[in-house]
């Protein structure tokens, strides 16, 4: 079963960076859009950002452009999250998500990161 | 960007009835909409996706229906393990939003 698995998440002080990770374990992470969504604490759902199967094409929510970035590594099947600048209103559950509304879309459980001094 | 706008927020209803939820989009997304479940502590679970079609696994006292900017999803009856929140997302454009979520509750 193919499962997707983040990791990097943690306490930050607001300013700081944090790289989040997701794992693919499966056979066909270079075919899909690959996604991040996020869930502030007793919030709902926000997407983030994503990118292209090849990477040549990513995209961002505007209220972290300029300062996450999104790449993969199809390689190591591999997803990542750079996020720089970060700020109280970043803490939240980030999902990495496969194929989003499709589905052939998973979710992983999700990594926590909190923002404060 | 494209935003959804979900009603009613939170729903209350009783055991068997029919339960409507529904999300307006700020401008055309054809049939590009997604309906997700959530209970507490978990990932999203999606229902529907193009509007319509229905997840495999998924109930058929859920569906889902719209085009253009208006969209419903509709449980036929409401039973105790539907409790959580529904989510609509947009996927127009690879520029996805979400819905801020109805909660629903058994009265």
């Known amino acids: 079963e193919v499962q997707l698995v983040e990791s990097g998440g943690g306490l930050v002080q607001p300013g700081g960076s944090l790289r989040l990770s997701c794992a693919d374990s499966g056979f066909t992470f270079s075919m899909y859009w690959m996604n991040w969504v996020r869930q502030a604490p007793g919030k709902g759902l926000e997407w983030v950002a994503n990118i292209k199967e090849d990477g040549s094409e990513k995209n961002y929510v505007d209220s972290v452009k300029g300062r996450f970035s999104i790449s993969r590594d199809n390689a190591k099947k591999s997803l990542y999250l750079q996020m720089n600048s970060l700020r109280a209103e970043d803490t939240a559950m980030y999902y990495c998500?496969?194929?989003?509304?499709?589905?052939?879309?998973?979710w992983g459980q999700g990594t926590m990161v909190t923002v404060s001094s | 960007d494209i935003q959804m706008t979900q009603s009613p927020s939170t729903l209350s209803a009783s055991v068997g009835d029919r339960v409507t939820i529904t999300c307006r989009a700020s401008q055309n997304i054809n049939i590009w909409l997604a309906w997700y479940q959530q209970k507490p502590g978990k990932a999203p679970n999606l229902l529907i996706y193009r509007a319509s079609s229905l997840e495999s696994g998924v109930p058929s006292r859920f569906s889902g229906s719209g085009s253009g900017t208006e969209f419903t999803l509709t449980i036929s009856s409401l039973q105790p393990d539907d409790v959580a929140t529904y989510y609509c997302q947009q996927y127009n454009s690879y520029r996805y939003s979400f819905g801020q979520g109805t909660k629903l509750e058994i009265k």
């Open positions: 998500v496969r194929d989003l509304a499709s589905p052939r879309g998973i």
